[in-house]
């Protein structure tokens, strides 16, 4: 998987995300995916992320960067919110990750709304990771209520 690849595949699972967060509120879209790490470097971060990414490698990769900063908002708002999606994790703990975040942006854009409902319930879900599988679950009980963040048709 190549940088390109990669950033489409973050692309895919933070919209995904924001699908299934923001429908009752207003529309949120990914604005923008970028290194974490560039906006400290002073010249452009070279990356090999075929080499690295897919393995563990990159616990002694020290000079790889530790997520990808994933913007996003909604399309008529002047504010706009950051969230990293971690690369030194497995994928369904950096989905999570990346869930949690855009999911306290947007209760706080909404002033407080339980986003994404539970059924039935007042709280909002939870992102987890059960059994390898990132889940929106009921914080109470994941047998009440359990979803996975990311269709396994994808
Ligand atoms: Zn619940």
Redesign the pocket.
Known sequence: MDQNQLFDRIHFIAQTILDRLSDEVFEWRVLNIENDSQLDQPEPLILDLRSTYGNNSFFSSGDLPPGVKVEVGATRAKNTYFATYPLVVSEPDAIVTLASQIQDHLIEESWGSPLPA????T?P?SADNINEVAVWR????SE??TTPIISSNH
Do not use: N, R
């Open positions: 539970c059924p039935g319930h709280h879900l009921c914080p109470a009980s009440y209520y």
